[in-house]
């Protein structure tokens, strides 16, 4: 009796399930089909990712560096491989945690505290970004959740990285697959007979942040790690001497392929040399002075149509933000609003082409202050224990990261590296500028290993810390 009951219900429903597959659309049914397999394989993907999170993430620095897979994503927007890694790399981790250790899975750092009211100022721009601040509409829904995503996405690789991490044998065999990666990239764009190497990565893999972290890491374990051998040592020395190379003589033009990794590796020999470097920069003043109106010259030869025009966008783009300046825009909608003042005689849409610009624009001055917050955080914590550390690659790396984070925040003045502008940089630019949040979230990885070790009651970090 209770079988022809079950049967006398499910026939109805199976009956009016095949009804309604042959009435949808072939779009509509590969999303249901692709919703399906997703929820068959988050739960696998959160058993790899609790057992062996290290593969994961080896796998989103090389999809990053070099892969150059790509998927049609909603509202036409072209997601990277690296985009989706990135995506299930958070999730994977929030899930895990939050099974795992409830509500106190999460450090108690002011780092911490930062990222996370960045992130919710992210997401409270986006929800003011729907109030009608013009008589014209902003970007549509989907612009606005990809440029939501990349705020969150960033904090949260942040986040995921600081705390997933618990042992240095993780963090040193994930820089040294970033920097054998980067090597092999940059001498496929260097090298004319090495270009067929090119083909496995995209020139958005290879934006600002990468160069800058490629020398920060690479010089900062050279000159740090004397666990390393000479000659690794030396071929360290040599890769951020090609990187260098690559970008004063062969591009030039592009200041952001040299100008901020110069600045990294003036960091990076401070730490070591700080003498040597504040006499250089003393001597450098007046040299500067004396030779400022060639240098300018030249500077104005090059790049006069660019200077011009960003100062004529920052201009506008005030007037755009005196909208809403606490909480900004919302992501992505300023783009549309510029057409509505004119630059330089033209009404036409167009970025600040300046990462702080941008996320005043977008998130307000409760989100740039936010940002700066974490960034204050970050630099204390990196600054203070590279310089108590033993000479190894803990401390190569926390004062790599110091290099790599000034490098970063020059990077800033010169385009949306560090949070990319769906419109400008973009999605596809999230290749480069993940490595930010990835190597950030490594020194506070490094901070908790070292917190750990002193309630283990570990007197030194000599004896561990290596």
């Known amino acids: 009796m209770r079988d022809s009951r ?49 593969l994961v993430y080896a796998i989103l620095i090389l999809s990053a560096v070099a892969c150059p897979l790509e998927f049609q994503g909603p509202s036409g927007t072209n997601l990277s491989f690296a985009f989706l890694m990135a995506i299930y790399v958070c999730l994977s981790w929030l899930a895990t945690a939050v099974f795992a250790g409830g509500s106190s899975f999460l450090d108690s750092s002011s780092a911490v505290f930062a990222v996370l009211f960045f992130m919710g100022t992210s997401l409270t721009s986006f929800l003011t970004g729907q109030y009608p601040w013009f008589s014209v ?80 890491l690479a010089i900062s374990q050279a000159i740090f790690n004397r666990h390393l051998s000479a000659p690794a040592r030396l071929a360290l020395a040599c890769l951020t001497v090609l990187v260098l190379f690559r970008g004063l003589v062969l591009a030039y033009s592009w200041v952001s392929g040299w100008l901020p990794p110069l600045v990294a590796l003036g ?67 300023y783009y549309h609003y510029t057409p509505l003042y004119s630059i330089l005689g033209w009404h036409v849409t167009f970025t600040s082409h300046n990462n702080y610009i941008d996320l005043i624009a977008q998130v307000g001055l409760i989100g740039i202050l936010a940002f700066f917050w974490l960034i204050f955080e970050v630099s204390r914590m990196t600054v203070r224990l590279g310089s108590k550390m033993p000479f190894g690659f803990a401390k190569g790396y926390m004062i790599g990261v110091t290099g790599g984070l000034a490098a970063t925040l020059v990077s800033g003045m010169l385009a949306d590296w560090i949070i990319p502008f769906v419109y400008n940089v973009g999605i596809r630019g999230f290749r480069s500028s993940l490595l930010f949040w990835v190597f950030l979230g490594g020194a506070l990885a490094l901070k908790r290993m070292i917190a750990n070790l002193e309630i283990s009651g570990i007197p030194s970090m000599r004896q561990a810390i290596p």
């Open 267 to 333: 960091v990076v020999l401070f730490f070591r040399l700080p003498r040597l470097c504040m006499s250089l920069a003393f001597l450098a003043v007046p040299v500067s002075l004396f030779q400022a109106s060639t240098i300018w010259t030249s500077f104005m030869a090059n790049e006069s149509y660019s200077y011009l025009t960003r100062l004529e966008a920052w201009k506008v783009l005030w007037q755009i933000i005196e909208k809403n300046p606490l909480l900004g825009l919302g992501p992505a909608n």
């Open 6 to 54: 079950t049967w006398a219900v499910l026939i109805p429903l199976l009956a009016l399930g095949m009804l309604s597959v042959l009435t949808l659309s072939v779009e509509a049914y590969h999303w249901i089909v692709a919703g399906l397999l997703l929820a068959i394989a988050f739960p696998l993907a959160l058993i790899i990712q609790a057992r062996n999170s290290l």
């Open 137 to 216: 509409p902003g970007a549509s829904l989907g612009p606005q959740i990809a440029g939501l995503s990349i705020f969150l996405l960033s904090g949260g690789l942040f986040l995921s990285v600081g705390h997933q991490f618990i042992r240095l044998g993780q963090l040193r065999w994930l820089t040294w697959l970033f920097v054998g990666a980067g090597s092999v990239a940059c001498l496929a764009d260097v090298v004319p007979f090495l270009g067929f190497l090119s083909r496995v990565t995209r020139p958005e893999s290879l934006g600002s942040v990468f160069w800058i972290w490629l020398v920060a």
